[in-house]
Every structure is written in C-alpha cells, then in structure tokens.
C-alpha cells in the first residue's frame, strides 16, 4: 500500500514520464520530417509526359480561385502558363466582374496565346466558404477530368505539372508484395518566399520553412492518416463528384458527364459543393478521398512556393488562431505537437 507522501510523489513522476516520452515522439518525427524532405526534395528528375504528344497524356484543367492582388500574383499565376506539359487548360475564377485581378489576367492572357485560358466571372452560393462559391462553376465547366487547383499567392516550377501528373497515374512500385491503394489525389508542401521587411511576415516564413514543413513531410511519410493543405492540390473530378464529406464508406452517386454545367446544378450533396459547408474545405476534401473512398495521397517532390505579403506580429498571432480554430480537431498533428503545426493559412 502507498501512503499519501508515496502517492503525491508518484503523480509528478508519471507526468515527468510522459513528458519525457511525448518529448522523444516529438523529436522523432521532426527528424523523419527533415530525413524525408532530404531524401524527397533532393532530385527532381523531368517527367516523360512533358515532351510527350499532346494526345497521349491525359488532360488536366488548372483552376485558379482569385480574389484582389495578391502578392506576387503575376508571378505566380504566371507560372501556370509556363507549365511544360503539353495538355492543359487554364481557368480563373472571380466572384466580382471588377475584381483588380482580372487585369493580370487578362494581361497574361494576351501575353500567352497559345495557352488555352479563360475566365469565369460570378460566384454560386452553395454555402458558407467563399472559396467554394467561387470555384463550384469553374469545377462543372472544366473540359477535364484531372484538376489542378492551386490558390493564388502560389507559384510554381514548370515542370511541377508533368511530375505531378505522372505521380497520380505511375505510381512507383511497392517495395512490399502487399497491394498499394490507388493515389487519388498529389499535394505539395508550402515553402515560404517573403521580400517584406515586418516582424510577422519574417515570422510566417520561419514557420512555414521549418516546423510546419517537417510536420507535413514527416506526417505524409508515415501516412496513417489524411493530411493535406490547400495551397496546390492535383486530384480527379470524378473521384470528388462520388464524395459527400461524410468521411464514411457509401455507395457511389449516379455518374456525370464532364464539361457541362447543366448536369451539376442540382446536386450540392456530391462533389465540390458538398464542401461548401466547411471552412477547410481542403482538408475535408482530402480526408473524405481517404475514408470514403479508400484511396491513398502522394506528396510531390515539387514544392508550392507561398508568397507572403506584409504581416505585423499581430496579425501572424491572428492569423494563427483563427486557423487553427477553423480546423478544430482536423489535423492529426493537432494532437501530435502542441504548437499550431499545420496551418498555413
């Protein structure tokens, strides 16, 4: 029997216990984090499919959700017309007709005649994310069954499509004789690039580029869960028309065809606009192809590179609380590392 004195001791000697564990566990993934990236980032060899004959790879459309002038945003919408992938096509949506960001686009446009581009004009209220509302048309209206939504303060390299591509439908063989799931969807880690002289824009950048980039890698390499940000996502619209975020197995919804608009509007219970009802809606989207379907994700050995405008120390804090507040109980790595780990805004 312990009396009182040996119980009281016992009470700080678990807790220095799983201190000292939860302290070892932590240390561990962000070394697999930083080996990983090493090993992933390390050679980044060009896809056959970027010198490939336009009719024998598969098309992709690239959506791009905008919203005012981002920073950076010609340089980065830029590098989606450079992408050396012979089959793709361009679509920029905006909610507003007078958005300030059209005249980038349009300027790109003329500077780029031999991309096929267009832009969608007017967003569809399908529920309470902006970012949905203003991408729901231009999901129904791409010509393609692969899409590529990347957010506009992204840029990146030419050669991230064709890699990206060929990371979704050539999977590298499994070193096991077990059966691989399918990858459904390829995502790439944010790395920061900032020329702001403020406090807080220096201090997203560190974060980005070091404590949340080895937690994405080190999460996404041990792979027992869902975990992906929405900065650059490549997936297929037929395998998001068969979600409805419930994050549960369930029969397939009745198939559409692509490219038309009419044979979407009246279904806000499958695809897209089914994410409507959360705020981290890239996310739920990745989780829902991992639990609902059965599928596996693929992190590229292509970057997306973030650019970050100018931000005070407040409103780094502030924005790191309202994101985590949006993803509640989200992210595995809410539970893995105290700190606010995987929100890149």
């Known amino acids: 029997m312990l009396d009182d004195n040996d119980a009281f001791l016992t009470v700080p000697f678990m807790l220095a216990v799983v201190g000292a564990i939860w302290y070892v566990v932590l240390w561990a993934i962000g070394l697999l984090g930083c080996f990983a990236g090493r090993r992933r980032y390390r050679l980044r060899p060009r896809s056959p499919l970027a010198s490939a004959p336009a009719n024998t790879v598969p098309g992709v459309s690239i959506l791009r959700p905008l919203k005012g002038l981002d920073t950076n945003l010609y340089e980065n919408l830029e590098s989606t017309f450079t992408q050396e992938y012979p089959n793709y096509e361009l679509l920029f949506s905006v909610a507003d007709p007078n958005d300030q960001a059209l005249g980038v686009v349009r300027e790109l446009i ?112 041990v792979a027992l869960e869902s975990c992906v940000v929405g900065k650059s996502n490549l997936y297929r619209r037929s395998d998001v028309d068969k979600l409805d975020g419930s994050l549960k197995p369930h029969p397939p919804p009745p198939s559409r065809s692509f490219g038309s608009s009419s044979s979407h509007i009246s279904d806000t219970d499958h695809g897209l606009a089914a994410f409507s009802r959360f705020m981290a809606e890239d996310n739920m989207i990745a989780s829902a192809l991992w639990h609902e379907l059965d599928v596996r994700h693929d992190l ?17 804090i502030w924005r790191r609380l309202v994101f985590q507040s949006t993803l509640g109980n989200s992210f595995v790595a809410n539970y893995v590392d105290p700190l606010p780990t995987l929100g890149d805004g």
């Open 110 to 221: 003329a500077k780029y005649p031999d991309v096929k581009a267009e832009i969608v004009v007017g967003e569809e209220v399908v529920g309470v994310n902006p970012k949905v509302n203003n991408l729901v048309r231009s999901y129904r209206k791409a010509t393609h069954d692969i899409l590529w939504v990347l957010d506009s303060n992204v840029m990146v390299d030419p050669g991230t499509l064709a890699r990206s591509v060929d990371a979704l439908i050539n999977p590298p063989a499994s070193k096991s004789n077990k059966p691989q799931k399918r990858i459904a969807l390829v995502h790439h880690v944010p790395l920061a690039f900032v020329n702001e002289p403020q406090l807080g824009s220096r201090i997203e950048e560190a974060f980005l580029n070091t404590n949340h980039a080895k937690m994405y890698i080190a999460i996404n390499t």
């Open 300 to 316: 590229s050995c292509d970057v997306a590179r973030n650019a970050i405008g100018n931000m005070s120390l407040s409103d780094y």
